[in-house]
């Protein structure tokens, strides 16, 4: 019993000498935030691809089904919509990834907590 409440207060001197100014100034934090900053970029650049492949191939399909046909009236309709959408979600993607890419960076991690309860952007 002696032993395990030893360790337990040397255990509690060492996590009680540890604070947010030992954090900041860690080789591992600097590590941990380029970490997440190619973590987050490579999420975005995959999701963008993918995006990017899909919606040229709804195209191509498109256009090699309706060759000769002519078009109905409502086609270029959708397709304007569908390509504002995706251009409104990739810019979204690209502004939330850029604040989350900023907030790697900040060692209280306040931008994740936002972003975590909705209010990232507030």
Avoid at 33 to 38: Q, S, V
Avoid at 42 to 64: M, W
Avoid at 66 to 81: A, G, K, Q
Wanted: proline share 2%.
């Amino acid at each position: 019993s002696t032993f395990w409440s030893t360790y337990r207060e040397q255990a509690q001197l060492r996590r009680n000498a540890f604070d947010l100014d030992t954090l900041r100034n860690s080789g591992w934090s600097i590590l941990f935030a380029a970490w997440h900053l190619y973590g987050i970029w490579l999420a975005i650049t995959v999701v963008v691809c993918f995006a990017g492949n899909s919606f040229l191939f709804f195209y191509v399909d498109l256009f090699r089904n309706l060759h000769s046909n002519r078009l109905p009236s409502w086609i270029p309709v959708l397709m304007f919509l569908g390509s504002w959408v995706f251009v409104q979600n990739i810019g979204e993607m690209f502004r939330f990834g850029s604040l989350l890419i900023k907030g790697a960076w900040n060692k209280d991690f306040k931008d994740y907590r936002l972003a975590l309860r909705g209010r990232a952007f507030e």
